[in-house]
């Protein structure tokens, strides 16, 4: 049972164009959401997170979206790099602080020059 | 900075074999994970942590064993390696900073069981 689902394994766009990477998930007490960049042979880094009392979080050239009600969640890229080709996972989690994250399958970005 | 440090990066195993996967922390945190992940399967869940010698079962648990001694180590166990086994493994510990929480990762540890 996928209870995070990212439906796009890989995603291609053009540098400086908007990169759109989409998650969505079904467990209802899922509240606190991240998303996470892992480049080959590296761990995952962070990158931006959530919780559900908003819809929208803004760090620099990342924003993630969040649609509570169509359990759906966006990350926008602008301009994207070619630095940001890399597997983006989200991941989500009851919101109490050190809970196990539940991650979905990665989508691939490849941003080309 | 957190820094999680795994021992190996690289590591070939042959079947049969007990296989240790050492992760150390070094900013006191109390909560620490071992995932394991697989092209078109994400991360999964292996086994966690919320304080020394106490351990709970993530989502593929089948396999593997952990131990968790002192607060920084955590280590992951495969008991009798099987090549199903093959894969990235990759512990974390849990961040806070009051605002956002998330979990800080190792390098990873390739695993290649033969």
């Known amino acids: 049972d996928q209870q995070v689902k990212q439906n796009s394994p890989s995603l291609s766009v053009q540098e400086g164009r908007i990169s759109i990477l989409n998650c969505d998930y079904t467990n209802s007490m899922f509240d606190y959401f991240l998303w996470y960049k892992k480049y080959p042979a590296e761990g995952p880094t962070f990158l931006i997170s959530?919780?559900?009392?908003?819809d929208k979080n803004e760090d620099g050239r990342f924003t993630v979206f969040l649609n509570k009600s169509a359990k759906h969640l966006s990350l926008h890229i602008v301009p994207s790099q070619p630095g940001d080709s890399a597997v983006y996972f989200c991941a989500a989690s009851p919101m109490a602080s050190g809970s196990r994250l539940t991650f979905g399958e990665g989508t691939q970005l490849t941003v080309n020059p | 900075d957190v820094k999680v440090t795994q021992s190996s990066r690289y590591l070939v195993k042959r079947t049969g074999e007990k296989v240790f996967l050492e992760c150390v922390q070094d900013?006191?945190?109390?909560?620490m994970f071992w995932y394991r992940q697989d092209p078109g399967l994400g991360l999964r869940l292996i086994y966690f942590?919320?304080?020394?010698?106490?351990?709970e079962k993530g989502d593929i648990p089948e396999g593997y064993s952990v131990s968790r001694e002192k607060k920084e180590r955590f280590s992951l166990i495969l008991e009798s390696a099987s090549t199903n086994q093959t894969s990235m493994y990759l512990c974390?510990?849990?961040?806070?900073?009051?605002?956002?929480?998330?979990?800080?990762f190792g390098s990873g540890t390739r695993l290649t069981v033969v």
């Open positions: 959530i919780s559900s009392i908003k």
């Open positions: 900013m006191d945190h109390e909560n």
């Open positions: 942590s919320y304080d020394v010698k106490m351990k």
């Open positions: 974390a510990s849990s961040f806070s900073d009051g605002l956002t929480w998330g979990y800080t």
